[in-house]
């Protein structure tokens, strides 16, 4: 990802490199996360330790973990976020009906954060939770929000996150991005044929408000055995946009 800070200071880079590194490492002790980052071990240790001491990681018998204080500032974080509070009894509703996986997301720094999650008696377990980060590009909530963006913002994103992904059916070009964004303007609602998770399909609609400025979009989502024939392509679609419909005029006269 490029650098776009002007002046980027390095030791709050690095105390970065070593928070993310203990995430994706699920934990680590100090030579393994120094070997990871390619960076001294005293360095590794100064950072931790000053980490520890203000309550950012935890040490358990020599394996650092990242602490629950993040915690406490994801969920000031959400709870500024308007669309949470407007949304989430709307979402529980939508997830309530469909038996299925309800979701709010929303772009920051041109990536998609799920703010909220709401599962039904039917709703599959699946490998994110609140505040996962995913490209726009891979999910149908994503793509809601990059077809009501200005051209240049969607140039921007891509530009700087590049496309493709993890499943085989990932958007890759910018020609098939174009022609979903399209789709998506034409329909009201974007669609997830695996394109994210294989055996995963998602049906969501963007949320604006009184501008006609995206802030947000919501959707459910299922397994592909569910997710089919007119259930898929008609009838989730449309109770989709009827709760979106909902949360866009609570946003707008709230």
């Known amino acids: 990802m490029a650098k776009t800070a002007q002046n980027p200071v390095k030791s709050a880079e690095t105390t970065f490199e070593v928070l993310d590194a203990l995430k994706d490492l699920d934990g680590a002790g100090v030579t393994e996360l120094a070997q990871h980052l390619d960076i001294p071990k005293s360095t590794v240790h100064n950072y931790l330790s ?5 309550e950012y990681v935890v040490n358990r018998d020599g394996v650092y973990e990242v602490g629950l204080r993040f915690l406490e500032l994801g969920a000031y974080a959400r709870h500024r976020e308007k669309l949470f509070e407007i949304a989430k009894p709307e979402v529980d509703r939508l997830a309530e009906e469909t038996g299925e ?10 990536r998609g954060s799920y703010l909220y999650r709401a599962r039904g008696d039917k709703a599959v377990q699946v490998k994110a939770h609140v505040g996962t980060r995913v490209p726009l590009h891979t999910t149908a909530l994503g793509k809601a929000i990059l077809a009501h963006m ?14 493709g992904g993890e499943a ?39 949320v604006l408000n009184h501008d006609d400025e995206i802030i947000g979009a919501i959707s459910v989502s299922g397994p592909t055995n569910r997710f089919r024939g007119d259930r898929f392509r008609e009838e ?7 709760v979106a419909n909902v949360i866009e005029l609570n946003v707008t006269y709230s």
């Open 150 to 163: 200005p051209t240049e913002r969607v140039d921007a994103i891509v530009d700087r996150h590049g496309l």
């Open 236 to 242: 989730l679609p449309q109770k989709v946009l009827e």
């Open 101 to 110: 996986l309800a979701n709010i997301l929303v772009e920051e720094h041109g």
């Open 168 to 206: 085989s059916n990932s958007i890759s070009s910018r020609a098939e991005l174009e022609q979903a964004l399209a789709d998506v303007r034409e329909r009201g609602v974007a669609f997830d044929d695996e394109e994210r998770l294989e055996g995963l399909r998602c049906v969501a609609a963007p």
């Open 50 to 54: 000053t980490l520890e001491q203000e």
